[in-house]
């Protein structure tokens, strides 16, 4: 059981918009930034968004990272097929669960 | 270029040590915090460990709180984790993984490959 709460799954077509959810509470989203990892697939995780919506150069503008309250979200724009992965959010927790947590990913497959 | 290189994964009897270690080159590695994070077959990411870049600060899941021990040495450029009194359960992909700041916030970057270990008799 994940502290951080994300679909197990989500999908979309070429070129459409899927956004990914990631829920906490206020001992880690509510009081932390979030961060997302993708992770292609058979290797090691990569940072996506940074403190909640900043993109490390090299990952394209289609990714986009949002937090409002005790939730964050990931959009991915014009869809494309080398997006089909699994992402991750995480962020600090101030309670004994931390001090990092994640979320349980969410496999994004492109039809 | 940052890298950082873990190695020593196997398979092990439930009971029995491992110890992983990290390499990093392409940074200051003395400079920077670390982590050990790791992934059991199938499954999403846990945290595992943390050390602060001079070992004065270091933090476990409960989960390893007991058995593991998180050390560097900072002279080698070199993340360690020595595994004890290992379980079933600890079966995974380590991945240690750098600590960068900036302003209140905190994430991991870059990850390394990774190393596999199997806990089973």
């Known amino acids: 059981q994940s502290v951080l709460t994300q679909p197990p799954s989500a999908s979309g077509t070429p070129g459409q918009r899927v956004t990914i959810s990631c829920s906490g509470s206020s001992s880690n989203i509510g009081s932390n930034t979030v961060n997302w990892y993708q992770q292609l697939p058979g290797t090691a995780p990569k940072l996506l968004i940074y403190?909640?919506?900043q993109r490390p150069s090299g990952v394209p503008d289609r990714f986009s990272g949002s937090k409002s309250g005790t939730s964050a979200s990931l959009a991915i724009s014009g869809l494309q097929s080398e997006d089909e992965a699994d992402y991750y959010c995480?962020?600090?927790?101030?309670?004994?669960?931390?001090?990092?947590?994640f979320g349980g990913g969410t496999k994004l497959t492109v039809l | 270029e940052v890298q950082l290189v873990e190695s020593g994964g196997g398979l092990v009897q439930p009971g029995g040590s491992l110890r992983l270690s990290c390499a990093a080159s392409?940074?200051?590695?003395?400079?920077?915090?670390m982590n050990w994070v790791r992934q059991a077959p199938g499954k999403g990411l846990e945290w595992v460990s943390y050390i602060s870049s001079s070992s004065s600060t270091i933090y476990y899941a409960d989960s390893v709180k007991g058995r593991f021990t998180i050390s560097r040495d900072n002279a080698k450029n070199s993340l360690y984790l020595q595994m004890n009194s290992l379980r079933d359960e600890d079966t995974a992909v380590y991945y240690c993984?750098?600590?960068?700041?900036?302003?209140?916030?905190?994430?991991?970057?870059?990850w390394g490959q990774g190393t596999l270990v199997t806990v089973s008799s």
């Open positions: 995480a962020a600090w927790d101030d309670s004994l669960n931390g001090p990092w947590v």
């Open positions: 392409g940074f200051t590695f003395s400079s920077y915090s």
């Open positions: 403190s909640n919506n």
């Open positions: 993984a750098r600590v960068r700041y900036s302003y209140g916030s905190d994430w991991f970057d870059p």
